[in-house]
């Protein structure tokens, strides 16, 4: 027997609970959890496996349905690394106001924030608090994450990096009005701090959108990355009835698994945050990579799953590492013989904005990639197994970097999926894919390990209605459901609703100064140059040129634009702040004045935004793949990839094609992969009814906190 604790507002209950009866008892509390605030820790859950194996499944809180919540963040102790208790505070986390340590010595479980459950139009109102405290050695500053945080490096160029003195919250994904967006100028102090920031805040969450995976983070200015990687995370469900239709084609609530991948470097009882940035030459790759996986808080472990459909709920909340997932077979390996590859198991339903148009099946041999930011609900249907497969391996292929990293180089991060990713050739074990076997072995690989267990006759009886859901079943859901929100579904593709209006186009330029600064190589007129770059673009000039076409001048309804001759563009903005060379807040006591605007956006309108991903040569051509990928991160909307390019050597731009998983064109996202030499065209919707400012950025934190973020303003519908 496992106790569950059930936190409501008459106190704490012990609630005896069975291993086996675990699934059914969480379908049948669903309903009743649904009607107001509870809190249940999933302590305990270990669905047919050792609790040591499932861990990285088990030690969740879930919140279903608050109308209201209290959550602040604290300096705690949580066993990062596993069956060492810290002595002191290692982290930073997202606690519940009222919450105690789940052990007697005060050491939490995991960093994860609480998994808050919503439903759709159901308002949820979050208090916000920092409860942290300001630093002992460095004047009106916070205190340093407990994870081996070094200050921060200044690597924008002439930019002023802001000294970490506030917190702030994001919820990733939510349509909400601008004052509870998680502004990085309106964040959270510290108590009594000199600078007027209130200790707390109440943000309004109203839901008005399909049911999707959220998440809500740390966006502190200049200091997303460490404030993230110390913990601060968590993961946020809208639900409808569609979601709840696709629970019931695989069975129940009982059978989704949410998935939190981030990766980590373990240090004796917590985690180092330093040791994963470069010393030797920190421009060479500025950001954070881990040498272990760590899923939903803990290092990825075992689980046990019954041969049915499961539905995984994927989020890369890690720094600047992407993912490459697919399925293997360990035991065809060690035999070498029979099929390694089971990706076939693997149908992409959703993904940012909520369910798909149609389904995407996975081949054999295919991968998911997710960067930073993204989310991937994916339905698991073990039923297609072959009888004697029972065990399986999640893992990241994403691997080339890894391998290639010597003594002297730090490991690169994603730029192509050529350049990244070492997928297997076949199906079937092969000694051609040796490499691709012995890759697997590396620490980075194992996001989880699966014992799949028969159902007993009397189970699968029960259960074959919803074991394996068709095919058809599942698109015909997913059809049904496309057009609820923002774009209409004309059965192959997401679209534009009838009779509406376009705002003007839009050019972003992301950049990995992969040629030098400022050299006569890159456009000299352009001083300040940092490590990476996101330049705004105006109307026609000579600030910068592209062999693409885009009609800028803000008219109503503007035409596509497309590969053309080099045609120039003006700079309309490429730093956050008004000036490059403000003080920082510790010597100013606020904030640099704001950038105004020059995207401004009216709710109710499409625009399409052309986001672009370049080394810094002029005239542009393709250099081989140098610069880094960027996840592109646009607050408040969704948008669909209608079109992709890619430069090449010539300095022309060639049609596309997508990651071998993608789904451009029949899924919602605000967060696409831009690889390295592509531009990427973006369907943006705009929703009506929020005004505000918002944020759009690269989800590499170090990039964000590198300077890579900018803004826009949504007005009011004309």
């Not at 059914?24 to 509390?29: E, G, I, K, L, R």
């Not at 890159?522 to 026609?540: K, L, N, P, R, Y």
């Not at 030499?677 to 009506?688: G, K, R």
Request: with cysteine.
């Amino acid at each position: 027997m496992k106790s569950k604790q059930h936190n409501d507002n008459a106190g704490l209950m012990q609630l005896p609970l069975a291993r086996r009866g675990f699934l059914s008892w969480c379908a049948a509390a669903a309903a009743p959890l649904l009607a107001g605030q509870a809190t249940v820790s999933l302590t305990g859950c270990v669905l047919g496996g050792s609790d040591a194996a499932t861990r990285p499944f088990a030690d969740l809180t879930v919140l279903d349905a608050p109308s209201s919540l209290s959550i602040s963040v604290q300096s705690r102790k949580v066993q990062w690394v596993p069956g060492r208790d810290p002595a002191a505070a290692n982290a930073w986390v997202y606690l519940v106001s009222g919450s105690t340590a789940a052990s007697g010595n005060g050491v939490l479980p995991n960093h994860l924030g609480p998994i808050i459950n919503v439903r759709r139009d159901s308002n949820c109102q979050v208090t916000w608090a920092n409860a942290l405290s300001v630093s002992t050695t460095r004047p009106d500053t916070l205190a340093l994450p407990p994870i081996n945080s070094p200050d921060s490096a200044d690597v924008c160029g002439n930019v002023t990096v802001q000294s970490d003195v506030a917190l702030v919250t994001h919820l990733h994904g939510a349509r909400v009005q601008g004052d509870s967006d998680g502004w990085p100028l309106t964040p959270l102090g510290y108590e009594g701090n000199p600078y007027g920031f209130p200790s707390s805040l109440s943000y309004s969450y109203p839901n008005h959108q399909r049911s999707a995976m959220l998440w809500y983070h740390d966006h502190a200015m200049d200091h997303t990355g460490r404030h993230v990687h110390a913990g601060l995370a968590g993961v946020y469900f809208i639900r409808d009835a569609a979601d709840d239709a696709l629970l019931n084609l695989v069975g129940g609530i009982s059978q989704e698994l949410p998935v939190v991948i981030q990766d980590r470097i373990q240090k004796d009882t917590g985690v180092d945050y330093a040791a994963g940035m470069p010393t030797v030459d920190p421009l060479a790759r500025p950001e954070f990579l881990g040498t272990s996986i760590f899923v939903n808080g803990h290092p990825a472990g075992t689980i046990s799953l019954a041969r049915r459909t499961w539905r995984l709920r994927l989020l890369n909340a890690s720094n600047a590492r992407t993912y490459a997932l697919a399925l293997c077979n360990p035991a065809a390996i060690a035999a070498q013989s029979g099929q390694v590859w089971h990706s076939q198991c693997l149908r992409i339903v959703g993904a940012d904005g909520g369910l798909l148009g149609r389904s995407v099946a996975l081949g054999a041999t295919d991968v998911i990639v997710l960067a930073p930011g993204q989310r991937r609900d994916v339905l698991i249907d073990l039923t297609a197994l072959p009888a004697g497969v029972t065990d399986l391996r999640l893992v990241n292929l994403n691997l080339l970097a890894t391998l290639a990293v010597d003594e002297s180089t730090p490991e690169a991060i994603y730029t192509t999926f050529v350049d990244s990713v070492l997928p297997p050739t076949q199906a079937s074990y092969t000694a051609t894919d040796a490499n691709v076997y012995a890759a697997l072995n590396q620490p980075l690989t194992d996001v989880m390990r699966c014992t799949v267990a028969d159902l007993a006759p009397v189970d699968a009886a029960a259960i074959a209605s919803v074991r394996s859901p068709s095919v058809s079943a599942v698109d015909t859901l997913l059809a049904n459901a496309a057009a609820d929100d923002d774009f209409a579904w004309n059965g192959s593709r997401l679209t534009t609703l009838p009779n509406v209006n376009f705002g003007p186009n839009r050019l972003v330029v992301l950049m990995s100064n992969t040629e030098g600064k400022a050299t006569n190589e890159a456009v000299s007129t352009i001083s300040g140059w940092g490590d990476v770059q996101i330049f705004e673009m105006g109307g026609t000039g000579s600030d910068w040129s592209l062999p693409f076409d885009i009609d800028l001048a803000g008219s109503i309804n503007p035409s596509a634009g497309g590969p053309s001759t080099t045609k120039g563009y003006s700079l309309a903005r490429r730093s956050f702040f008004a000036s490059e060379t403000n003080a920082d807040i510790t010597t100013a006591k606020q904030y640099p004045t704001l950038h105004a605007p020059t995207i401004q956006c009216r709710g109710g309108t499409y625009e399409r935004w052309y986001v672009t991903n370049l080394g810094n040569i002029q005239p542009q051509v393709a250099n081989g793949n140098l610069p880094d990928m960027h996840p592109f991160h646009i607050h408040l909307v969704s948008f669909v990839v209608n079109r992709r390019w890619e430069l090449d050597a010539n300095g022309v731009y060639q049609p596309a094609t997508a990651l071998a998983d993608d789904f451009d064109l029949v899924g919602r996202q605000d967060t696409v992969l831009v690889p390295s030499n592509q531009m990427v065209e973006l369907l943006v919707y705009i929703p009506p009814g929020y005004t505000g400012k918002y944020a759009y950025h690269c989800h590499l934190l170090e990039h964000e906190d590198m300077c890579m973020m900018s803004h826009f303003e949504v007005l009011p519908a004309a």
